[in-house]
Antibody
Framework: QVQLVESGGGVVQPGGSLRLSCAAS????????MHWVRQAPGRGLEWVAFIRYDGTNEYYADSVKGRHTMSRDNLKKILYVEMNSLRAEDTGIYYC????????????????WGQGTLVTVSS | EIVMTQSPAALSVSPGERATLSCRAS??????LVWYQQKPGQAPRLLVY???TRATGTPPRFSGTGSGTEFTLTISSLQSEDCAVYFC????????FGGGTKVEIK
């Protein structure tokens, strides 16, 4: 069965950096685009970024563009997001999620989600 | 950016009664709309895709309708395990989520 396990969350000061990881299993990781989605405490969902199945393109929400960088290692089946210049508004649970479409070049919808990792940006 | 607006923000329904959740898009998204269910402390779970197709494991009491800018998720006979927050999401133009509707048992 599909499993996505995030790690790397924690408390970081404003302006700091953090790298999140997501270990995938139970599906052909290298054939599917992947997403990061975040959820501020008690709030709704915000799409953060998407990376193509082959890692050749990434797409970002305006709120993180230029600060966050998504990447993937298809051999290790791990997804990453490097988050820099962190702000208080980046606080929340970060979920990695699998895109539905096999070989999709653009984001569609998310058919499996991990349990998330909490990022807290605070001084 | 396509803005997704869900209503109501919260809904209290008696067991066995019908719950109707709405999702409106600021411009047409065709049928490129999905619904997720999120229970407390859990990740969202895909419920309906393509506006009306139930995902694997979604009980038949859940039904999605609509196209263009107006969508509805109906729970025909509310069960206690349906207490959750429901989000809609469009994927016609990148990805945006609605703010969610919290469904509670009356």
């Amino acid at each position: 069965q599909v499993q996505l396990v995030e790690s790397g969350g924690g408390v970081v000061q404003p302006g700091g950096s953090l790298r999140l990881s997501c270990a995938a299993s139970g599906f052909d990781f290298s054939f599917y685009g992947m997403h990061w989605v975040r959820q501020a405490p008690g709030r709704g969902l915000e799409w953060v970024a998407f990376i193509r199945y082959d890692g050749t393109n990434e797409y970002y929400a305006d709120s993180v563009k230029g600060r966050h960088t998504m990447s993937r290692d298809n051999l290790k089946k791990i997804l990453y997001v490097e988050m820099n210049s962190l702000r208080a508004e980046d606080t929340g649970i970060y979920y990695c999620a699998k895109d539905l479409l096999r070989g999709g070049a653009y984001p569609s919808y998310l058919d499996f989600w991990g349990q998330g990792t909490l990022v807290t940006v605070s001084s | 950016e396509i803005v997704m607006t869900q209503s109501p923000a919260a809904l209290s329904v008696s067991p066995g009664e019908r719950a109707t959740l709405s999702c409106r898009a600021s411009q047409s998204v065709g049928r490129n709309l999905v619904w997720y269910q999120q229970k407390p402390g859990q990740a969202p779970r895909l419920l309906v895709y393509g506006a009306s197709t139930r995902a694997t494991g979604t009980p038949p009491r859940f039904s999605g309708t609509g196209s263009g800018t107006e969508f509805t998720l109906t729970i025909s006979s509310l069960q206690s395990e349906d207490c959750a927050v429901y989000f809609c999401q469009q994927y016609n133009d990148w990805i945006t989520f609605g703010g969610g509707t919290k469904v509670e048992i009356k």
